[in-house]
T-cell receptor, first 113, second 113 residues
């Protein structure tokens, strides 16, 4: 079945460092891809999305490109801030059936001042 | 900005009891979902609901679980005869159409003693 695999955390970075969180997926058809963020004690918020191959999603300095050839959707940010500390979830929606979202395991990011 | 709301924020119950978790989706959305996140683990899909019926459910969503949209605004998840392993954060989500972004509520933390 469809699935998402993302790098294990925690990831600890200093402020202004470059961030990459790797994500790969397995899916039949043409899924939409997402990154969600969960701040401490809060629910899930959509960070960015891409709906077709080669689309780049971006928001708040974060970017991810839908790579069909490598089935990847890696999250990047050029300069992280302490306020970016959170858990990041890569996810896909198969765009069929009940339109569920399938999540990766999540990657916890700690940013030190 | 419209948002998904959930009540209660925290529910404590005894094993074997029934609980009802409530959600108010965004008013013009047509697709509704329940997910759960056991502490420290990934977010898991439970069920999707459209046009007053279940459109997809996971293996987790067995006869112990049921969903209902009793009126034009609420969307409920009922768990009968709760078990210790039902302890988790339960998230409701809604979307205006199938696929695409889902909007998540803040979650209800269920603790089964």
């Amino acid at each position: 079945g469809d699935s998402v695999t993302q790098m294990e955390g925690p990831v600890t970075l200093s402020e202004e460092a470059f961030l990459t969180i790797n994500c790969t997926y397995t899916a039949t058809g043409y899924p939409s891809l997402f990154w969600y963020v969960q701040y401490p004690g809060e629910g899930l918020q959509l960070l960015l999305k891409a709906t077709k191959a080669d689309d780049k999603g971006s928001n708040k300095g974060f970017e991810a490109t839908y790579r069909k050839e490598t089935t990847s959707f890696h999250l990047e940010k050029g300069s992280v801030q302490v306020s970016d500390s959170a858990v990041y979830f890569c996810a896909l929606s198969p765009n069929t059936g009940g339109f569920k979202t399938i999540f990766g395991a999540g990657t916890r990011l700690f940013v030190k001042a | 900005e419209p948002e998904v709301t959930q009540t209660p924020s925290h529910q404590v119950t005894q094993m074997g009891q029934e609980v009802i978790l409530r959600c108010v989706p965004i008013s013009n959305h047509l697709y509704f979902y329940w997910y759960r996140q056991i502490l420290g683990q990934k977010v898991e899909f439970l069920v999707s609901f459209y046009n007053n019926e279940i459109s997809e459910k996971s293996e987790i969503f067995d006869d112990q679980f049921s969903v209902e949209r009793p009126d034009g605004s609420n969307f409920t998840l009922k768990i009968r005869s709760t078990k210790l392993e039902d302890s988790a954060m339960y998230f409701c989500a809604s979307s205006p159409s199938g696929g695409g972004e889902q909007f998540f509520g803040p979650g209800t933390r269920l603790t089964v003693l």
